[in-house]
């Protein structure tokens, strides 16, 4: 370890570690742009000069080893001169577009010029302009005029990604970042290129001009996508949805954690907040014999009537459940309560397998698009307790060997394909639980609403056993609950409709 002197701080930090990073560590932020903790120190910018004492000139302080007994000064005269020098530098081209751009209020240009900059213009000559509103990919737009060429972007594409989408071209004042020659950008994580873009630049056109980034509250949550469990934040806009297209959840960044996702994640993930409050489920529905809106307790007092009478008569063997990794692990020991426990369910089916499965690869994302079969496993599923195979469950129905389905977030009808009619009118009692609309929701005798998990808080275990906090973002939709509040319910309905029987008997 070394200490120096920070602003007149003595701060320790490891030898030879960079002087921008032990600065942060000690808690100064020195401005920057082209610096990026996973992506390197080019150097170029020059917005993170300091003055060290005995050194002829400013040093740029992501380049510079920290050193035992060095004195360095962030916001000395010297230091803010030369970083005001380096930003009117910057501005030289800039179109000062700031009230139409999207990247207004999270930019580091504007932030860094209010703090540091020359507020008077030295510049007579007309700004020189260069491509602007370009889309080099499907979520990402160009602007040429508002780049500080830090590189950030091109080393994403060529270091994280390896797909080279992104280069400078040009020579002297006309270099501009551009795609390469017969690219496009549109590989499974090039929205990270928005996030460290530290100007507007590269904005998302998801985003882009719904709604101004001060109208946004953040909550911290897990991305449900797949089972890496990235760390997200939920950028929500409840107050004005009237500017998002009435879209409550606005976007979704990475939330940087070293040992899940650093300081990335993917776009399938990303781009799933367009789709949280479509084709949701908001009320408590009896589909049969006739659709009808049903409270929750006559719901769960009538599918607790209807599994006790056809458990007595058929037997606890003709029930079977369905269920999926979606679920939370307070879930999950809902789950286990009820159908477990209480029911003594003998077919379960919770496998992703084919319709939970997707594309995998070695930097994030995992083949199994959902994020918790391990919470489930935790408690017994996939351990002591089996899964069914879609093929060997369709035989059992096929043979009346069952007769009720208890379906949670899963579409069999994406199996079962034109063979699930057939199946389904076999069946005594169909019920569905979940926050979406499915084909099958259309077959169930109850179709029951659950939240999404931006709707409630939770934790789900990662595919590597790590158990990860989600907060609750929004407000249910609707009557929807959670599911293990349904759960709760419904085995608490269940064993009130048991101890009636059995008075009854006992009289
Ligand atoms: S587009 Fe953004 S990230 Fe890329 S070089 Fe320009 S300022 Fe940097
Ligand atoms: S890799 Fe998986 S968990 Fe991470 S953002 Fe993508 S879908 Fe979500």
Redesign the pocket.
Same mark, same amino acid.
């Given at each position: 370890m070394a200490q120096f002197t920070l602003d007149g701080k003595k701060v320790e930090a490891k030898e030879g570690s960079l002087v921008i990073d032990a600065a942060r560590e000690a808690g100064t932020e020195i401005p920057h742009?082209?610096y990026h903790p996973t992506l390197g120190n080019p150097g170029n910018c020059r917005l993170c000069v300091v003055e060290v004492e005995g050194a002829p000139k400013p040093m740029v302080s992501c380049r510079l080893p920290v050193k035992e007994g060095m004195v360095v000064h962030s916001n000395s005269p010297q230091a803010l001169r030369a970083r005001s020098s380096a930003l009117e530098l910057h501005l030289v081209n800039h179109p000062l577009d700031c009230p139409v751009c999207d990247q207004a209020g999270e930019c580091g240009l504007q932030d860094y010029y209010m703090k540091h900059g020359q507020y008077e213009s030295q510049v007579r000559e007309n700004k020189l302009h260069k491509k602007k509103r370009v889309p080099i990919g499907p979520h990402v737009m @160009?602007?040429?005029e !508002?780049?500080? @060429?830090?590189? !950030?972007?091109?080393r994403?594409t060529s270091e994280v990604t390896k797909t080279h989408e @992104?280069g400078?071209f040009g020579r002297g004042h006309k270099e501009a *970042?551009d795609l390469a020659p017969g690219k496009t950008l549109d590989n499974p994580y090039s929205g990270n290129?928005v996030d *460290?873009?530290?100007?507007g630049? @590269?904005t998302d056109r998801d985003f882009r001009y719904k709604v101004r980034v001060w109208y946004l509250d953040k909550t911290n949550s897990i991305c449900p996508g797949c089972s890496r469990g990235c760390n997200i934040s939920l950028h929500t806009n409840t107050k004005r949805p009237w500017h998002n297209e009435g879209r409550r959840a606005a976007r979704i960044k990475p939330r940087h954690n070293a040992e899940i996702n650093g300081y990335w994640i993917c776009d399938e993930g990303r781009y799933s907040c367009s789709k949280l409050d479509e084709d949701r489920l908001g009320k408590v529905m009896q589909l049969k014999p006739a659709p009808a809106e049903i409270s929750w307790d006559a719901a769960l007092s009538e599918i607790s009537q209807s599994l006790a009478k056809n458990i007595e008569e058929k037997g606890k063997e003709g029930l079977a459940v369905i269920a999926s990794g979606l679920l939370s692990n307070e879930d999950w020991a809902g789950f286990k309560k009820i159908f477990v426990e209480a029911l003594k369910v003998s077919h379960f089916l919770f496998t992703p397998e084919p319709d939970q499965m997707g594309e995998e690869d070695e930097l994030l994302r995992k083949k199994e698009k959902v994020p918790n079969l391990k919470g489930g496993e935790a408690l017994g599923f996939g351990t002591q307790i089996k899964s069914e195979s879609w093929e060997s469950l369709a035989q059992k129905i096929e043979s009346g060997k069952i007769w009720g389905l208890y379906i949670l977030e899963r579409d069999p009808s994406k199996v079962w394909k034109e063979k699930t009619k057939n199946l389904l009118d076999k069946l005594e009692l169909i019920v569905f639980q979940s926050p979406y609309k499915t084909a099958i929701g259309n077959w169930a005798h109850y179709r029951l609403p659950a939240t999404s998990y931006a709707e409630e808080e939770g934790h789900f275990t990662n595919f590597e056993g790590k158990i990860q906090k989600y907060e609750q973002a929004l407000l249910p939709l609707g009557e929807a609950l959670p599911d293990w509040d349904i759960l709760q319910k419904l085995e608490r309905h269940y064993k009130e409709v048991q101890s009636h029987a059995l008075t009854g008997a006992s009289k």
């Open positions: 742009y082209c @160009l602007d040429q !508002r780049c500080v @060429l830090c590189t !950030r972007c091109t994403f @992104l400078i *970042i290129v *460290i873009c530290p100007v630049a @590269l």
